[in-house]
């Protein structure tokens, strides 16, 4: 999977979508329309046969100095210089105060394991995995993150200590953050 991520992860969506796309030239084929009403509601759904391709792309260029923390293993957050307001995942303009002065520092190693949720119906966009753990840890440096949880989840406890991680992980083979119990 490492060596070619991207073709990997494609391959997995195509292979997602066959069955469901079978039936949708069925359902051509019989009725003469993309159309079909959802078991569920009773509502009358089109589901169109061009498909949209989307990647997400986002602006970086104001928290350049988180990009350069992961690259260097570090995890940053920004505390506000006027009103004192700490922020993860990082904010380059104070949605408290207004200000655009902020202050760069690392988050601390440890934090406390608050609560967590085993993934068992995956977004399609993280189908090429295993069913994963997040959770949400309490850092001491006054904010909670939420992010992967590397445990079984059956050893799990709130409170535990956890550890921050930086590095590839396996399956995106880029660099993010997650936990393991510490
Ligand atoms: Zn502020």
């Known amino acids: 999977m490492s060596d070619n991520v991207v073709n990997s992860v494609s391959k997995t969506l195509d292979k997602l979508y066959k069955e469901p796309l079978k039936q949708l030239e069925t359902l051509i084929g019989a009725t003469g329309l993309p159309v079909y009403k959802d078991p569920k509601s009773g509502a009358l759904l089109w589901v169109d046969v061009r498909e949209l391709r989307l990647r997400f792309t986002l602006s970086v260029n104001k928290i350049a100095k988180f990009v ?16 004192g307001a700490k922020f993860f995942p990082p904010q380059a303009d104070c949605p408290r105060c207004k200000a655009s002065d902020m202050e760069w520092r690392e988050t601390s190693p440890v934090g406390e394991l608050i609560t967590w949720t085993v993934i068992n119906v ?15 840890v309490k850092m001491p440096d006054g904010f909670n993150i939420t992010a992967w949880v590397e445990a079984d989840p059956k050893t799990l ?10 590095d590839r992980r396996p399956g995106e083979n880029y660099i993010t953050y997650w936990f393991k119990p510490a």
């Open 68 to 83: 350069d923390g992961l690259r260097e293993g570090k995890l940053l957050y920004t505390v506000c210089k006027r009103c």
């Open 122 to 136: 995956k977004p399609a966009s993280f189908s090429h995995h295993a069913d994963y753990v997040v959770g949400i």
């Open 157 to 166: 406890k709130p409170g535990m200590k956890m550890r921050l991680l930086v």
